[in-house]
């Protein structure tokens, strides 16, 4: 099993998000980066099939140079190779990105059996990279997936679906995107950690294009904050919240 | 000017949201806009549709096409722009909603704008030029962005929109369509597995009772299920709460869990970092319990109690189920 995972550098945004004076990117200034959360899952997942069928793991990011980082954490992990597609800073779109992985998918012999993704990136949230991949590859492609079997080339994928599940069967190869929750991802060991940071990693320059989609400026929604009414405090603060919940219409 | 508006059911409705994405399909074009069905064409919901203002429902019918099958569902879509020179295609931003648009993006070579909160065209109408608002970071960010594309393919943030019937109910037509699919369409196709739960989803629940780090461990959810089970609710947890793996990952509430919409959220021993609140801010009542007075929690809620949910929540069951309610 050659697996591919395709995870993407984004900030970690803590008690709030700031945007730049001009509008264009999130003020990052204070905050570390990382893997968004549902690829870490993905790289976790990829690892584990790995183990139980053989194979190795690549990874692959779009991004500018230190997005090398988030390909070390992932070599850290037990990915065996890592491939950095390096952009000089501007924000790609999802048709771009997935153009980008399809010619690195084509430019890797033997060639993959499984390509993973998240479902969505945390930043941009375009829920569409991984499905535009697997139609250029002519691949079959599930989303959301919280559980995969492999077996003799058959894959079963199930994901929530409206408080129930649905699953799906299909072979190989294939475009899977995963959500959080699919597994519990393992922390990177000291030998692991070394070994990341002497990885030599693939470099590329894809050229940059524009999306028909076009960013014009971010700014954080306008919400009332309200500070909220204290009830009381402990079991004293219970007979205003039951008249509280009634007045609300939630008591049965 | 078509705008095409792809309709979940569940149990035979509109699901709440389709509804609001049909809400927000009618505010795109002065003409009505037709909805996209799979189903039995005699069980469509046409009291609901008529009432949201739809006037023409495409209908594929099992014994066309059976079950989910992204793919074929988005190939149906495309024949139906080319059938009605649609200017948009609009679905709610569920999974299915985003992934069958996916695919009507990659099938069509068209761009697709997830999460948008609201479009309208820029400039005459047909140069295909839009104007967007969409969410990033699961609404904890906007985006402006402009769209040159026609049709405009557009997925309906949830928590954006209300479900609004139209002020005057349109007239109904069915009509039934024949897809023509390709090789492959059908490759992936969903089996509904039987034997889950089928109880109140966290999605759509009334009452959701929270449950983070303040719960302490697996052990101390059993007042918090009782809590949710008398006000007929379910529980919702924090991210820390299921990578620790006390409860699974189906209940977490937040940007890479489940987003709530209920009457009442009461968040318990729960801090309010934004990428939980990001799934619980449309909630209609928010009721923090913390220990904590300066939590961040309490800048969301609308109300709070301060102190040890262990404490509370115990005695809020006593207290309720003095009134004479039970499970
Ligand atoms: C990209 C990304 C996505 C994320 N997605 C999600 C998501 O979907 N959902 C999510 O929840 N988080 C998400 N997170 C994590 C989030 O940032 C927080 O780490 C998490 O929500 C904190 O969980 P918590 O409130 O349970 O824990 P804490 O922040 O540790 O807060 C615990 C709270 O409990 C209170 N408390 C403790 N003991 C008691 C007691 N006995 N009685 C009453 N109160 C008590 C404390 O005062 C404190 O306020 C995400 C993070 C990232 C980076
Ligand atoms: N710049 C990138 N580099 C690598 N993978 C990416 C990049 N952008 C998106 N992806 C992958 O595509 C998935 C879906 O992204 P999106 O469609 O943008 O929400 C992400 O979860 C990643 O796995």
Redesign the pocket.
């Known amino acids: 099993m050659e697996v591919l995972?395709?995870?993407?550098?984004v900030p970690v945004v803590g008690g709030k998000i700031v945007v730049t004076a001009d509008g264009q990117e999130i003020d990052t200034r204070m905050s570390g980066f990382a893997i968004?959360p549902?690829?870490e899952c993905?790289v976790e997942e990829a690892i584990q099939i790995t183990e139980r069928l053989g194979g190795a793991v690549s990874v692959?990011?779009?991004?500018p140079a230190a997005?090398a980082d988030q390909l070390r954490d992932a070599l850290a992990l037990g990915a065996g190779r890592a491939v950095l597609?390096e952009t000089d800073g501007r924000e790609?779109g999802?048709v771009a990105?997935a153009a980008a992985?399809v010619a690195q998918a084509r430019r890797h012999t033997p060639g993959y059996d499984l390509l993973?993704?998240?479902?969505?990136?945390a930043d941009?949230?375009?829920?569409?990279?991984?499905i535009r991949v697997a139609h250029a590859l002519g691949w079959p492609c599930v989303t959301g997936i919280k559980h995969i079997e492999i077996s003799d080339g058959v894959v079963r994928a199930r994901r929530e679906y409206r408080g129930s599940e649905e699953a799906f069967e299909f072979g190989l190869p294939a475009v899977i995107?995963v959500k959080e929750g699919i597994n519990l991802p393992r922390y990177p060991s000291l030998p692991g950690r070394l070994r990341a940071k002497r990885a030599a990693i693939e470099q590329h320059e894809p050229p940059w294009e524009a999306d028909s989609l076009r960013m014009v400026g971010l700014r954080v929604p306008q919400t009332e904050r309200k500070q909220a009414t204290v009830l009381g405090t402990g079991a004293d603060a219970v007979p205003a919240l039951v008249a509280l919940l009634d007045e609300l219409g939630v008591l049965p | 000017m078509t705008v095409l508006c792809l309709v979940e059911q569940d149990g035979g409705a509109v699901t709440d949201a389709s509804l609001r994405a049909l809400t927000f399909a009618r505010s795109l074009a002065t003409d009505a806009p037709d909805a996209v069905l799979f189903g039995e064409a005699a069980g469509v919901p046409a009291q609901t549709l008529a009432s949201y203002g739809v006037s023409g429902a495409h209908v594929v019918e099992p014994g066309q096409l059976a079950g989910y099958a992204p793919l074929a569902w988005a190939r149906v879509l495309a024949a139906l722009i080319s059938e009605t020179g649609a200017s948009a295609v609009v679905a709610a931003a569920t999974d299915r909603g985003n992934e069958v648009m996916?695919h009507l993006g990659a099938l069509t070579g068209l761009p697709m704008a997830?999460s948008c909160v609201s479009a309208a065209p820029a400039g005459p109408s047909g140069t295909g030029q839009w104007r967007l608002v969409r969410q990033r970071w699961a609404g904890l960010l906007l985006e402006d962005a402009v769209l040159d594309a026609a049709p405009a393919l557009l997925t309906v943030a949830i928590d954006a929109v209300q479900p609004v019937p139209a002020d005057t109910p349109a007239t109904l037509a069915v009509q039934p369509c024949q897809p023509e699919l390709a090789d492959g369409d059908l490759t992936v196709r969903a089996t509904e597995s039987a034997g889950q739960s089928g109880g109140i989803s966290l999605a759509s629940a009334r009452v959701v009772v929270g449950g983070g780090r303040g719960v302490g461990g697996p052990d101390g959810f059993a007042p918090l299920e009782e809590l949710a089970a008398l006000l007929g609710g379910v529980v919702g947890v924090s991210r820390v709460v299921t990578s620790e793996g006390w409860r699974p990952h189906s209940q977490q509430v937040g940007q890479t869990g489940t987003k709530i919409t209920p009457e009442l959220y009461l968040a318990c021993g729960i801090s309010g970092a934004i990428q939980h609140i990001a799934g619980c801010a449309s909630a209609k009542h928010i009721v923090a319990v913390n220990k904590d007075p300066g939590a961040p929690i309490l800048a969301h809620a609308e109300y709070a109690v301060i102190g040890d949910l262990h404490e509370v929540i115990p005695a809020l069951v006593t207290a309720i189920r003095a009134r004479g309610v039970s499970t």
């Open positions: 995972v395709c995870v993407k550098r968004s549902h690829e993905a692959l990011t779009l991004g997005a597609l790609w999802p990105t992985i993973l993704l998240g479902n969505e990136a941009t949230g375009d829920y569409q990279v991984g995107t | 996916a997830a």
